[in-house]
Every structure is written in structure tokens, then in C-alpha cells.
Nanobody
Framework: QVQLVESGGGLVQSGDSLRLSCAAS????????MGWFRQAPGKEREYVAA???????YYADSLKGRFTISRDNAKNTVYLQMNSLEPEDTAVYYC?????????????????WGQGTQVTVSS
């Protein structure tokens, strides 16, 4: 079964850190570029970060320096390390997979999506 399953979300305080995980199954993970997006209530889905199948990393400018994306092909997992969290980071975080493309910033170019994990940051 082809799927992406996110985990690691939760309720934290401002300034805390969280690491999100996204476990992939049912496809050749190492061939895919992976991305993280987020969606806050009442807002559009927003690009967060991506890592290509060649390990290049890309970030939304506003998040660079606080968030780090990484992958472990042996575990078919992509991670998002989030530091110095702020209430504005509250959202549902989604991972997504893209095969053969380079449009990492655009959600429309991703082929597979997880169900999301909630991150809530209290002030």
C-alpha cells in the first residue's frame, strides 16, 4: 500500500522544539523528492521545506535557520526538525512525495500526500 504517515506533532510552548517524521511505504522512497507543507486554520497550504532525491535541501525563506529537513533512505523516512517554535507555527503539517520533478515549492507537483500531523504552539 502506497502511503505516507506523519508523526511527532503535539502541543508545545513557544521556544520549544519538535521533530516530525514521515514514514513512507509502497514505493521506492529513494527515487522521490520529499517536501513538508503546513496549513493553519483559515489559511492556504504553505510550503515549508523540501529535500531532493539527491539530498539537496530547500527552505521557505521565512523558516530558514529554524527548521531542518533530512531523510533516511534506509528507514524510508523524512524528518522535519523544528526549533524555536512560535505560535505562528501552529498548523497541520503534511509531508509529500514528488517523483522526477524540481518544483519543490508548489504543492500541485507532489504525487503523494500524508494525512497530516497537528502542531500547536502555545505562547
Amino acid at each position: 500500500q502506497v502511503q505516507l504517515v506523519e508523526s511527532g506533532g503535539g502541543l508545545v510552548q513557544s521556544g520549544d522544539s519538535l521533530r516530525l517524521s514521515c514514514a513512507a511505504s509502497g514505493f521506492t522512497f529513494r527515487r522521490y523528492s520529499m517536501g513538508w507543507f503546513r496549513q493553519a486554520p483559515g489559511k492556504e497550504r504553505e510550503y515549508v521545506a523540501a529535500i531532493s532525491n539527491e539530498w539537496r535541501t530547500y527552505y521557505a525563506d521565512s523558516l530558514k535557520g529554524r527548521f531542518t529537513i533530512s531523510r533516511d533512505n534506509a528507514k524510508n523516512t523524512v524528518y522535519l526538525q523544528m526549533n524555536s517554535l512560535e505560535p505562528e507555527d501552529t498548523a497541520v503539517y503534511y509531508c509529500a512525495a514528488q517523483l522526477g520533478g524540481t518544483n519543490y515549492y508548489n504543492a500541485d507537483f507532489y504525487n503523494l500526500w500524508g494525512q497530516g500531523t497537528q502542531v500547536t504552539v502555545s505562547s
